[in-house]
């Protein structure tokens, strides 16, 4: 080990480069090891990636992954599937799941990097003043670390997309066909372009019309509302071995449908939503078909599997204007702008019907509620536990009419309650920007530190007279030791964190206050102001970029 340069190894560089009479060599990084599971109670959608999909592979890769089995897997080989497309990864085992190896998500897949697991949770959450906080840390904490697992896939890159993750199964795609007219595969993926992570919606052996394609892209990418999933880009591509699809939309991590989360089961349940949470959901509804509607555009999808529930009781409409850019005008149609003035038409009215059913189901918790044969008791069971506002809703929406429905006309029966939820928003809010201001006090403190450290114990300087670590340089490192080498009476190692944050934010501003520093050896003693500190603190940053 004579012949290894000790600086480079340290570091990771070295003064003298290849003149260096030493070695330089990289030390490999180790494997990562999987953490241990949170013994505490996880939250609903702990095992939830998005879009209402609940990927097993997330549900093992904290626990039951290992290097060796996730190395000896296959890689990605397109092939037909007897069903016409073409066969992915199998995310209900990962024993066959097409990955290597873990990767931080902001690398390449070509370029090597450190390993990356999210810690648990109680390793990396802050201990907030309020309860409120800390659920909000725990939720912003969990959803950074859906979004930054990343394994190197096997998958193509698609377009400037790469690092495909499959976020849904085969099993899960028995309701898709009934929707979109076709099966359909999710994945997570990153934007070259962006860095962002987005979701990718997958059409198999799908064929669209260019030009209608590129029409209605337009139209649907200006569609930006906080109860509807934007569309970003959509495109077709032949990397996955055939013609397929893709509609790439925002990805929202911990997301489930509400399919998962209230209809389980088809049985009929009688412990209903309550009442204000009802309400909530169709004001949420309501005012994503609203702004469709108002653009001359439908939603098509009011479907329990096509409605995202994300964070606190928030619904997003998911998929909307995929219909439109698979269907195109029939060939024998002649007016053209007529036909899709019907057709909208059409579809919005359907919109109002689709939301009355839904409305239906999660009333009496259960898909059958809206049959034929189970109409009679799902109106008692409606009219036994919810107040006569909801069924005068249920019925102005799933009466037949001669007037056409429109949005609008479900505002006077919502009446007063859009106050509560307005409210409710708005307290929403002020404890968000609680949690903000703390965060920005945060990064105050984290950038003062950061310069501290870049002008101390730089070993570039080491040899270089001009840059001794005397004078003010000296002053800010026996301040580094006052700031953190903190002992107790019988000389052990005290981390005070108050004191730190104390004297940070004395620094910052610079106080006249008066303190003592004393050398590690307690050879020198000076007594100065933070005043002071920061006058060299500032001089010294500046000679640095001479």
């Known amino acids: 080990m004579a012949d290894i340069c000790p600086k480079y190894t340290e570091h990771g560089f070295c003064i003298h480069g290849r003149s260096c009479k030493f070695k330089h060599i990289d030390t490999p990084p180790l494997p990562p090891t999987p953490p241990t599971p949170v013994a505490s109670t996880p939250s609903p959608s702990a095992a939830t990636l998005v879009n209402g999909t609940t990927s097993s592979l997330l549900k093992t890769s ?17 092939s037909s599937t007897p069903g016409g497309g073409v066969s992915c990864v199998d995310a209900t085992s990962p024993t066959t799941a097409s990955y290597t190896k873990y990767y931080h998500p902001t690398t390449r897949m070509d370029t090597p990097a450190r390993a990356f697991i999210p810690l648990p949770l109680h390793m990396e959450t802050p201990s907030p003043d309020t309860p409120s906080g800390s659920e909000i840390c725990q939720e912003l904490i969990y959803r950074q670390s859906v979004s930054s697992l990343y394994l190197e896939s096997k998958l193509p890159d698609v377009d400037n997309y790469y690092a495909l993750l499959p976020i849904e199964n085969e099993s899960t795609l028995q309701d898709q066909p009934d929707v979109f007219g076709s099966s359909s595969i999710c994945y997570r993926a990153y934007s070259s372009i962006d860095g962002c992570v987005y979701t990718l919606r997958r059409f198999p052996n799908c064929t669209v019309n260019n030009a209608e394609l590129k029409k209605q892209l337009e139209i649907w990418k200006g569609i930006r509302h906080s109860n ?5 880009d959509a495109f077709v591509t032949k990397q996955f071995g055939d013609t397929s699809f893709v509609v790439v939309t925002d990805f929202h991590a911990g997301a489930q449908t509400l399919k998962q989360v209230y209809f389980g089961t088809q049985q009929y349940s009688y412990s209903q939503l309550d009442e204000s949470l009802l309400w909530n959901f169709i004001i949420q509804l309501t005012a994503a078909i609203r702004t469709l509607h108002a653009q001359k555009l439908s939603c098509r999808v009011i479907y329990p599997s096509k409605i995202m529930l994300t964070g606190r009781n928030r619904l997003r409409v998911n998929c909307v204007g995929v219909l439109d850019m698979l269907v195109s005008v029939p060939p024998g149609v002649t007016d053209e702008k007529s036909f899709t003035i019907q057709q909208t038409y059409m579809h919005q009215q359907k919109d109002i019907v689709d939301l009355g059913k839904l409305v239906v189901c999660l009333s009496c918790n259960s898909l059958a509620a809206m049959h034929q044969n189970n109409l009679s008791k799902s109106s008692e ?34 009446g007063a309650r859009f106050y509560a939820h307005i409210e409710r928003l708005r307290q929403q809010c002020d404890r968000t920007e609680a949690e903000l ?80 520093l004393t050398s590690p050896h307690e050879q020198s003693v000076m007594i100065c102001s933070y005043k002071d500190v920061r006058y060299n603190f500032d001089k010294c940053y500046a000679e640095m970029f001479r």
């Open 62 to 78: 904290f626990s039951n992954f290992t290097l060796d089995d996730i190395a000896a897997t296959p890689a990605f080989v397109p």
């Open 228 to 232: 509807i999933v934007s569309i970003h």
């Open 381 to 414: 069971m409606i009219s036994s536990v919810y107040s006569q506002d909801v069924k005068m809703l249920l019925q102005h929406i799933l009466q037949k009419s001669l007037q056409p429905k429109k949005v609008n006309d479900l505002m006077p029966l919502i």
């Open 437 to 516: 201001v703390k965060e920005l006090e945060n990064g105050r403190l984290f950038r003062l530190l950061c310069k501290i450290n870049s002008i101390l114990d730089r070993p570039e300087h080491q040899l270089d007279p001009t840059w001794c670590e005397t004078g003010e340089r000296h002053i800010l490192k026996i301040f580094r030791n006052y700031l953190f080498h903190k002992v107790d009476d019988v000389g052990a190692p005290w981390v005070d964190l108050p004191h730190i944050l104390m004297t940070l934010n004395k620094l910052d501003v610079g106080s006249s206050e008066q303190i003592t």
